[in-house]
C-alpha cells in the first residue's frame, strides 16, 4: 500500500488503534468492574449479616423519675438554702418551716402524757381503796342481819306476852289498857322487824355496788401497767405525731439530685400537699426511645443498646440495655386519641416507647438532663440479660 493510499485510510477510518493501550484499557476497565461488584458485595454482606440485626432510632429522648418536695406541715417558711441548677444530696436540709406552733403543740403532749399517767396511777391506787369499800359494805350486811335478829326476838317477845294479855283480858284478870299496850308493843317490834329487813337489803345492796365499783375499776388496769395503759399509750402516740411534725418542719432531699422548678420564697406560707420543688436525680437517667412498631419484633428485654446523646456529640457512647416496653403507644396516652372507625380512615404507623436503663459509670463521666435527644441503636443479636 503507498503512502498516498495509508494516508486516505486514516483520514476514512482515523489513526490505527495501538493493542498494547488498548489491552491496558481493558485491565483498568475490568479492575474497576471487579472493585464495584467487590464493594456490592460487602455491603451486601454488612446489610445482611451486621446492619440488619440492629434496630435504630433518632426519636429517644432523655427521661427521670423527679423527686417532688412537697411539705407535710403548713407554715412560714424561714430559711430556703438551695436555688434552681444546684446540686444536693440526699439529707441536705432544702428549706425551713416555722417551728413555733409545732413545738406548742409537742409541750401540750407532753403535759397531756403526764396527766395521762397520774390519772392511771390514781385508778391503780384506788383499787386498794375500792377494796376497803367493799369490807365495810360486808360489815354494814352483817351489823344489819344482826339488827334484823334483835328485832326478830323483840317481834317473838312482843306476839308471847300479847296472847299471854289477851288471856287474862277475858276473866277480867288486867286492864283493857294493858292489853291494848301489850298490842302496840306488838305492832312496834313488828314495824323494827321490818325496819331491819330493809336495812340488811340496804346493806346488800351497798356492798353490791361497792364490788362492782372495784371491778370496774380493776377492768381499766386489768392486766398492764402504767406505761403499757391504753390512755397513755394514746397520749404517748400523740406526742410521737407532735414531735413528727415538728421534725417535718425541716424539710430535706429525699435523693440525690439537681433543684428545678423550685416555687417558694422566704416568708411564704406553705400548705401540705403543695409542691415547692423538684429534685432531678440525673444519676439515674433513662432513655425513652420511641421505636416503630416494625422495628419491634426482635426486640426484648435485656438485649445492649449503643446510645449518642446530641449534646456530646457521636463519639461519647452510652452504653444500656432495654429495660422494658411502655404499655401503650404515644396515641393510645394522648389527651385526644385518635378515632379510626370513620371510613376514611388511614393507617399510621405507631411508635411504642421502649425504657432503655444507661450505665451509671457513663452518667457519672458524662451526665445528662431531661429532655435531650438521643439516638439509640439495640443489638439483635444480644441474648436476653437480667432474667428477662
Known amino acids: 500500500m503507498s503512502d498516498a493510499d495509508t494516508y486516505e485510510r486514516q483520514q476514512y477510518y482515523g489513526p490505527a488503534k495501538d493493542p498494547a493501550k488498548a489491552g491496558m484499557r481493558r485491565k483498568l476497565l475490568l479492575s474497576v468492574g471487579g472493585a464495584v461488584l467487590m464493594l456490592a458485595l460487602l455491603w451486601w454482606v454488612w446489610s445482611t449479616f451486621f446492619t440488619a440485626r440492629t434496630e435504630t432510632t433518632d426519636n429517644a429522648y432523655t427521661n427521670v423519675e423527679l423527686a417532688q418536695i412537697t411539705p407535710l406541715v403548713g407554715g412560714a417558711v424561714t430559711s430556703l438554702n438551695v436555688r434552681n441548677t444546684q446540686p ?25 402524757l403526764g396527766r395521762a399517767r397520774r390519772q392511771v396511777e390514781q385508778v391503780l391506787a384506788n383499787d386498794a381503796n375500792l377494796a376497803g369499800q367493799v ?24 306476839t308471847l306476852n300479847e296472847r299471854r294479855r289477851a288471856v287474862l283480858a277475858g276473866p277480867g284478870a288486867i286492864s283493857a289498857q294493858e292489853y291494848s299496850d301489850s298490842q302496840t308493843i306488838t305492832r312496834q317490834a313488828r314495824a323494827g322487824v321490818a325496819q331491819a329487813q330493809a336495812r340488811v337489803a340496804a346493806a346488800q345492796a351497798g356492798r353490791k355496788a361497792a364490788i362492782g365499783a372495784r371491778h370496774a375499776n380493776a377492768v381499766l388496769v386489768q392486766n398492764v401497767d402504767v406505761e403499757h395503759h391504753p390512755d397513755v399509750l394514746a397520749a404517748k402516740a400523740r406526742l410521737n405525731q407532735a414531735r413528727i411534725d415538728l421534725d417535718r418542719t425541716t424539710i430535706r432531699a429525699p435523693i440525690d439530685g439537681v433543684i428545678d422548678q423550685r416555687k417558694v420564697a422566704i416568708g411564704q406560707r406553705v400548705q401540705p400537699g403543695v409542691p415547692l420543688m423538684v429534685v432531678v436525680p440525673v444519676q439515674n437517667m433513662y432513655v425513652d426511645a420511641n421505636f416503630k412498631e416494625g422495628q419491634l419484633r426482635g426486640v426484648q428485654p435485656g438485649q445492649r443498646v449503643r446510645v449518642t446523646s446530641d449534646l456530646y456529640g457521636p463519639k461519647i457512647v452510652y452504653h444500656g440495655n432495654v429495660e422494658g416496653f411502655a404499655g401503650g403507644s404515644g396515641a393510645a396516652f394522648a389527651a ?12 399510621v404507623v405507631q411508635r411504642l416507647p421502649v425504657r432503655i436503663r444507661l450505665d451509671p459509670a457513663d452518667l457519672r463521666q458524662h451526665p445528662l438532663r431531661v429532655g435531650l435527644s438521643m439516638h439509640a441503636t439495640v443489638d439483635l443479636s444480644d441474648a436476653k440479660r437480667d432474667g428477662q
Do not use: C
Open 88 to 112: 444536693v444530696h440526699a439529707g441536705q436540709v432544702l428549706l425551713q418551716i416555722d417551728r413555733t406552733d409545732m413545738q406548742l403543740a409537742v409541750d401540750e403532749a407532753q403535759a397531756a
Open 135 to 158: 369490807g365495810v359494805r360486808a360489815a354494814d350486811v352483817d351489823s344489819a342481819k344482826a339488827d334484823l335478829l334483835r328485832a326478830q326476838a323483840d317481834l317473838d317477845r312482843a
Open 336 to 347: 385526644i386519641p385518635a378515632q379510626n372507625a370513620t371510613g376514611n380512615w388511614i393507617k
